[in-house]
């Protein structure tokens, strides 16, 4: 596979599968990886051309790595890459909530792309995209707000331009750091989802005029 023109993404689930669709449709070829081989087989099956599964543990084929599993495993996953993700643009998409959506779970001060961080090998680069957005609203098509946050700023352009190929609008947070504020705002969107929206049909748009 050709690096350049591969995403592959860690993780078989709703989230994996509405980026793996938008990627696809975007011209890219989708590496799925899955610790369970056969949930990977399955949805790279549905996604059709353009989609094959990759070894998990083993070094993915695509520049950019899409991190599509639940918090609670995520760093479980990292380790079990090890040294196969050196070089890797590690995008992280996962919120931190806990069960009873009554907060994040990550350390004071920290947040889940700064944890994640901490396990991945010192020549890959953790950016957090993608977990403010609901995986029907990002499957269903059209111009949907990603909000980006790292540290190196060529990972950040990579992902941005990535994010810009599949028909979204990257918008710029800031450093690391920053992703503690976007991991809040995805619990926000889930709060105004249950409650004043009343509806998961939603996405948050920067109005800029």
Known sequence: MNTIKTISIIGAGGMATAIAGRTLKAGYAVE??????????????????????????????????I??????????????F?????????????????????????PNGSSAAQEIAKHV??????????????????ARGGQLDVFIAADDADAKARVSSYVDSLGLRPMDVGGLQMAQAIESLGLLMIGVAKNGAGTFDIALRVDIG
């Open 32 to 65: 799925v990886i899955s610790r369970d081989a056969a949930k990977a087989q399955a949805l790279a099956d549905t996604l059709g051309t353009g989609a094959t599964i990759g070894t998990y543990g083993a070094t993915p084929a695509g520049a950019i790595v």
């Open 67 to 80: 991190l599509a599993v639940p918090y609670s495993g995520a760093a479980a996953a990292v380790a079990d």
């Open 82 to 106: 090890g040294s196969a993700l050196d070089g890797k643009v590690i995008v992280d998409i996962t919120n931190p909530i806990a069960p009873d959506l009554s907060g994040l779970v990550t």
């Open 121 to 138: 090998p010192a020549g890959a680069h953790v950016v957090k995209a993608f977990n403010t957005l609901f995986g029907h609203v990002l």
